[in-house]
């Protein structure tokens, strides 16, 4: 079986920094583009940062200048460096990634169980 496990959320205070990891492991073939997602109470999840099997990147515009995202291929792991964080980034942090596993050869989005993130004084 595939799994996502995220780790490295927590209570940060305003122009603080955290960094997010995300650990892929199971039966994986390949795993093409990995990415971060958030979703804030009573609003709807949301794409942050996402990353391709080559390194090409895209952001929200909210988090751009501020976020970086970067993986290692080799670990399978994907990282969010989140810098000058803003009340307004508290969410959960999901982490996605789409993974052809050797059990059915088929291109699944697989997801990690969340990890809080808060940005409060």
């Known amino acids: 079986q595939v799994r996502l496990v995220e780790s490295g959320g927590g209570l940060v205070q305003p122009g603080g920094s955290l960094r997010l990891s995300c650990a892929a492991s199971?039966?994986?073939?390949?795993?093409?583009?990995m990415g971060w997602y958030r979703q804030a109470p009573e609003k709807q999840r949301e794409l942050v940062a996402a990353?391709?099997?080559?390194?090409?990147?895209n952001y929200a515009d909210s988090v751009k200048g501020r976020f970086t995202i970067s993986r290692d291929n080799a670990e399978k792991v994907v990282y969010l460096q989140m810098s000058s964080l803003k009340p307004e980034d508290t969410a959960v942090y999901y982490c996605?990634?789409?993974?052809?596993?050797?059990?059915?050869?088929?291109?699944?989005?697989?997801w990690g169980q969340g990890t809080q993130v808060t940005v409060s004084s």
């Open positions: 996605n990634a789409y993974i052809i596993s050797y059990s059915d050869y088929k291109f699944r989005a697989y």
């Open positions: 199971g039966s994986i073939a390949t795993i093409a583009t």
């Open positions: 990353i391709t099997s080559g390194g090409s990147t």
